[in-house]
């Protein structure tokens, strides 16, 4: 903790007045913390606000996995500045990655910011908050130890929508090579399954019918719990629960990602038929290096594995270019890799260096303009495996999982996709594929409902389709569509 000078007291007003703006940067992982810290300031008689200057609080919620945000940081608060002169009440906190590894030093280097708050302090907020109101400038930003941690459940009430995500577990004990998420997020602590299955059953009961367990490596759930479970056992006490139409889970290590996990594809009905396995790069050499404990020849044995499992299953990866000592004949494996596993997706990175990693240590050596030329090869590799996965949905019929009506409407109106009189509505087969498909007006909104969907146009990246069920099935688990 920072004395504070006796400045930037947040103006005493009424609590259901008090408003914060949120920007985010970064991840999915980081969205959604970003979203459990505006839970925990509702609790407090916060509301979220869209415009800055209406805010009594404005949060910066950072990561710093593959970007480095810490300038980003520093020139967002220098443009918020003129608000605070505008209204000395208003209190700026930086939190997440960024605030994790820099701690009090932000509070000095900027003098206007008044909390700093790390990836573990989210369920502490309402006390920072009492000490930042009271004039302290407050940094708090140590990694829990695995018996303190707090997990923020979510609050069913204030989810919207069909699908939902529940964090299992935070922190990660891998330490891969480049990666900064070990030291940033801390050790594995995994929440006790009576909670996950609690804030299952709420979110449930709430609408939500496909819900996505959310952890850095889901695998190693279970990790240094009261009661052994391990993370298949859970999967099925989540996948029993009655009402929930598609569980997913993100993120598997594949060198954790057991046959029983697998194998699970095969055998839980409600699983839904879509797996993010990371492989990073396709060079025995380079995964040596960056210590991610398998080999390529591992990693596609899972994959036949989980195929022979769920002939259906949609497969996405991520990628990294340019490791230290990536050489032509590396990148050419990770090219060949992308082609042995057939993908439906991939999310590519070029190396950058983060500090405190062990590969930090190694020095950077592919230049930038080879790692961009790098990126670009291998994602014009993947966009052609891409739509020769996609042409697999012609003509099949699809359960769709409605979300809403489709934020193009107007345009696709004006380009005549949609005819006048159809109101187009847009959702997620099982494998998370984006379907569109359009109703007469006047027919009852299926939104939150599952419906099924023939389809006649395959898009780069969606689907399109005619409603071909008189009316939304009964959920349940059913596979495939
Ligand atoms: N450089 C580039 N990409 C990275 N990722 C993680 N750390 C780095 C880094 N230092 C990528 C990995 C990981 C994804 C979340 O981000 O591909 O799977
Ligand atoms: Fe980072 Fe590796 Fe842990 Fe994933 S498994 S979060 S890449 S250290």
Same mark, same amino acid.
């Given at each position: 903790?920072?004395?504070?000078?006796a400045?930037?007291?947040?103006?005493?007003?009424?609590?259901?007045?008090?408003?914060?703006?949120?920007i985010t940067?970064?991840?999915?992982?980081?969205?959604?913390?970003?979203?459990?810290?505006?839970? =925990?300031?509702?609790?407090q008689?916060?509301?979220?606000?869209?415009?800055?200057?209406?805010a009594? +609080?404005?949060?910066?919620?950072?990561?710093?996995?593959? !970007?480095?945000?810490?300038?980003k %940081?520093?020139?967002?608060?220098?443009? +918020?500045?003129?608000?605070?002169?505008?209204?000395?009440?208003?209190?700026?906190?930086?939190?997440?990655? %960024?605030?994790?590894?820099?701690?009090?030093?932000?509070?000095?280097?900027?003098p @206007?910011?008044?909390?700093?708050?790390?990836?573990?302090?989210?369920?502490?907020?309402?006390?920072?908050?009492?000490?930042?109101?009271?004039?302290?400038?407050?940094?708090?930003?140590?990694?829990?130890?695995?018996?303190?941690?707090?997990? %923020?459940?979510?609050?069913?009430s204030?989810?919207?929508?069909?699908?939902?995500?529940?964090?299992?577990?935070?922190?990660?004990?891998?330490?891969?090579?480049?990666?900064?998420?070990?030291?940033?997020?801390?050790?594995?602590?995994s929440?006790?399954?009576?909670?996950? +299955?609690?804030?299952?059953?709420?979110?449930?009961?709430?609408? &939500?019918? /496909?819900?996505? #367990?959310?952890?850095?490596?889901?695998?190693?759930?279970?990790?240094?719990?009261?009661?052994?479970? !391990?993370?298949?056992?859970?999967?099925?006490? =989540?996948a029993?629960?009655?009402g929930?139409?598609?569980?997913?889970?993100?993120?598997?290590?594949?060198? !954790?990602?057991? !046959?029983?996990?697998?194998?699970?594809?095969?055998?839980?009905?409600?699983?839904?038929?879509?797996?993010?396995?990371?492989?990073?790069?396709?060079? /025995?050499?380079?995964?040596?290096?960056?210590?991610?404990?398998?080999?390529?020849?591992?990693?596609?044995?899972?994959?036949?594995? %989980?195929?022979?499992?769920?002939?259906?299953?949609? #497969?996405?990866?991520?990628?990294? =270019?340019?490791?230290?000592?990536?050489?032509?004949?590396?990148?050419?494996?990770?090219?060949?890799?992308?082609?042995?596993?057939?993908?439906?997706?991939?999310?590519?990175?070029?190396?950058?260096?983060?500090?405190?990693?062990?590969?930090?240590g190694?020095?950077?050596?592919?230049?930038e303009?080879?790692?961009?030329?790098?990126?670009?090869r291998?994602?014009?590799a993947?966009?052609?495996?891409?739509?020769?996965?996609?042409?697999?949905?012609?003509?099949?019929?699809?359960?769709?999982l409605?979300?809403?009506?489709?934020?193009?409407?107007?345009?696709?109106?004006?380009?005549?996709?949609?005819?006048?009189?159809?109101?187009? @509505?847009?959702?997620?087969?099982?494998?998370?594929?984006?379907?569109?498909?359009? &109703?007469?007006?006047?027919?009852?909104?299926?939104?939150?409902?599952? &419906?099924?969907?023939?389809?006649d146009?395959? +898009?780069?990246?969606?689907?399109?389709? =005619?409603?071909?069920?008189?009316?939304?099935?009964?959920?349940?688990g059913?596979?495939?569509?």
């Amino acid at each position: 903790m920072i004395e504070a000078p006796a400045t930037s007291i947040p103006e005493a007003c009424d609590a259901a007045s008090r408003r914060v703006y949120v920007i985010t940067y970064g991840c999915q992982m980081n969205a959604f913390d970003s979203r459990r810290i505006v839970q =925990v300031l509702q609790g407090q008689g916060y509301a979220e606000t869209a415009d800055p200057a209406m805010a009594d +609080l404005v949060l910066i919620n950072t990561c710093s996995v593959r !970007d480095r945000p810490e300038k980003k %940081v520093l020139g967002t608060l220098a443009r +918020l500045l003129p608000l605070k002169e505008a209204r000395p009440g208003v209190a700026f906190g930086v939190c997440g990655c %960024v605030a994790q590894q820099h701690g009090r030093d932000l509070l000095l280097r900027v003098p @206007y910011l008044d909390l700093v708050f790390g990836t573990d302090k989210i369920a502490d907020l309402p006390r920072l908050l009492t000490q930042v109101e009271a004039g302290d400038r407050v940094a708090c930003t140590e990694v829990m130890p695995r018996t303190d941690y707090a997990f %923020v459940d979510v609050d069913p009430s204030v989810e919207h929508g069909p699908s939902a995500f529940l964090t299992i577990m935070k922190g990660c004990d891998r330490y891969c090579a480049y990666c900064i998420v070990p030291s940033v997020r801390g050790r594995e602590v995994s929440k006790p399954p009576h909670r996950v +299955l609690a804030e299952a059953r709420a979110l449930i009961q709430a609408g &939500v019918r /496909d819900l996505t #367990l959310l952890g850095q490596n889901v695998n190693s759930y279970g990790k240094g719990l009261a009661e052994p479970v !391990d993370f298949v056992s859970l999967l099925e006490q =989540v996948a029993a629960l009655p009402g929930l139409s598609r569980l997913r889970f993100v993120t598997s290590h594949p060198a !954790d990602a057991d !046959d029983r996990m697998l194998d699970a594809f095969g055998r839980l009905p409600v699983l839904a038929e879509a797996l993010h396995l990371p492989l990073q790069s396709g060079s /025995d050499r380079v995964l040596a290096a960056m210590r991610r404990g398998y080999t390529r020849e591992a990693y596609l044995a899972r994959v036949a594995r %989980v195929r022979a499992a769920c002939p259906d299953i949609a #497969l996405s990866t991520d990628m990294i =270019v340019g490791f230290p000592g990536e050489t032509e004949d590396d990148f050419q494996a990770s090219l060949d890799a992308l082609e042995a596993a057939q993908f439906d997706a991939m999310f590519s990175f070029k190396y950058s260096p983060r500090p405190g990693t062990v590969a930090a240590g190694l020095p950077d050596d592919v230049p930038e303009s080879v790692k961009a030329a790098r990126l670009a090869r291998l994602q014009a590799a993947q966009d052609v495996i891409t739509a020769r996965r996609m042409v697999r949905y012609q003509d099949r019929v699809e359960e769709v999982l409605v979300e809403g009506t489709s934020r193009d409407q107007g345009s696709s109106e004006r380009v005549g996709r949609i005819a006048p009189g159809m109101t187009e @509505y847009f959702g997620r087969s099982r494998t998370g594929m984006v379907v569109n498909f359009a &109703v007469p007006r006047g027919t009852p909104d299926p939104t939150g409902t599952l &419906v099924l969907v023939r389809i006649d146009e395959v +898009l780069v990246h969606s689907l399109r389709g =005619v409603r071909v069920d008189a009316r939304a099935p009964e959920v349940g688990g059913t596979h495939g569509g």
